[in-house]
């Protein structure tokens, strides 16, 4: 029988190491209210889901976005040795164009780093982070957050280096077009089409390839940018909404609240200072 473990106190960044060398679980079943990163350093750990067991080790990073169950731990077939860095954290509002991992199980990221280099970098980056945290000084938690977010930018650099990344090339033609295209009409027929797929076949392969389907895919790009007009823009969200392509304003708040937890226009009052004269 596995217990709930209670998760941080919420707030911008809770960062630090564990090590583990027995069998431990750590098991939230409702998730928690934050993000949380983990960054393999040594040993094997296990992450446990209903479509089948996710295994962490060298050079791998996890995502688990906020609500999503954590069933986390050594696994039972081995001896016991883990050691992760990790990272519960609020996001900044413009770094959902960061967190566009790649989701192997269903609300579960996975980001396997490239090479040793970079894998150095994201370490010392980490490490950082977690002396910040220590401090009792001004400013050391919006340091930390720093850190992070340089953590953030470099995987997503490598996630959309397209063209090395060992994608299908079809599919990366059809990622170049919706990340062009995202504010069009865009349906299954023009992209398979452009694949020279039938639609059936491109969405295997698509879903494959960046573990989504092309629809969810071109609604994150699409929601991606809608953050940023919110919060660094005063377009009113009516206009957001056909800049972006949804059909209806009842549709674009539905689905961005899906991602976000939030409404457009409390997204935009938390983004930005105060300011009447951002219309609704």
Same mark, same amino acid.
């Given at each position: 029988?596995?217990?709930?473990?209670?998760?941080?106190?919420?707030?911008?960044?809770?960062?630090?190491? +564990?090590?583990?060398?027995?069998?431990? %679980?750590?098991?939230?079943?409702?998730?928690?209210?934050?993000?949380?990163?983990?960054?393999?350093?040594?040993?094997?750990?296990?992450?446990?889901?209903?479509?089948?067991?996710?295994?962490?080790?060298?050079?791998?990073?996890?995502? =688990?976005?906020?609500r999503v169950a954590h069933d986390y731990g050594i696994p039972d077939s081995e001896e016991g040795y883990w050691a992760a860095y990790w990272a519960h954290f609020i996001p900044r509002p413009h770094w959902l164009t960061f967190l566009q991992?790649?989701?192997?199980?269903?609300? =579960?990221?996975?980001?396997?780093?490239?090479?040793?280099?970079? &894998?150095?970098?994201?370490?010392? /980056?980490?490490?950082?982070?977690?002396?910040?945290?220590?401090?009792?000084?001004? +400013?050391?938690?919006? =340091?930390?957050?720093?850190?992070?977010?340089?953590? /953030?930018?470099?995987?997503?650099r490598v996630q959309q280096d397209l063209e090395h990344s060992g994608l299908d090339q079809r599919i990366v033609g059809a990622v170049r077009y919706i990340q062009e295209n995202y504010s069009r009409s865009i349906n299954l027929a023009i992209?398979?089409?452009?694949?020279? /797929?039938?639609?059936?076949?491109?969405?295997?392969?698509?879903?494959?390839?960046?573990?989504?389907?092309?629809?969810? &895919? /071109?609604?994150?790009?699409?929601?991606?940018?809608?953050?940023?007009?919110?919060? %660094?823009?005063?377009?009113?969200?009516?206009?957001? %909404?056909?800049?972006?392509?949804?059909?209806?304003?009842?549709?674009?708040?539905?689905?961005?609240?899906?991602?976000?937890?939030? %409404?457009?226009?409390?997204?935009?009052?938390?983004?930005?200072?105060?300011?009447?004269?951002?219309?609704?």
């Open positions: 029988m596995r217990h709930n473990v209670p998760p941080p106190p919420l707030r911008d960044i809770t960062v630090g190491h +564990f090590s583990l060398n027995k069998a431990y %679980t750590c098991y939230r079943e409702e998730g928690t209210q934050d993000w949380q990163l983990l960054i393999h350093h040594k040993g094997k750990g296990v992450f446990h889901h209903p479509d089948g067991d996710l295994f962490m080790e060298d050079l791998e990073c996890v995502l =688990l976005p906020p991992w790649s989701e192997v199980r269903d609300g =579960l990221f996975n980001f396997k780093i490239p090479n040793q280099k970079l &894998y150095k970098l994201i370490i010392n /980056l980490i490490q950082e982070a977690v002396e910040l945290a220590k401090e009792e000084i001004a +400013f050391s938690e919006q =340091l930390a957050m720093n850190r992070l977010e340089e953590i /953030l930018i470099h995987i997503a992209l398979s089409a452009r694949a020279s /797929l039938s639609e059936a076949a491109f969405c295997r392969l698509f879903k494959k390839e960046m573990g989504k389907s092309p629809i969810n &895919y /071109l609604e994150h790009i699409r929601i991606t940018h809608a953050c940023h007009f919110l919060s %660094t823009t005063t377009h009113s969200i009516k206009d957001i %909404t056909f800049m972006l392509g949804f059909s209806s304003k009842s549709h674009f708040c539905a689905r961005f609240k899906k991602y976000n937890n939030m %409404t457009p226009l409390e997204y935009r009052r938390n983004a930005l200072p105060l300011d009447n004269s951002l219309e609704a």
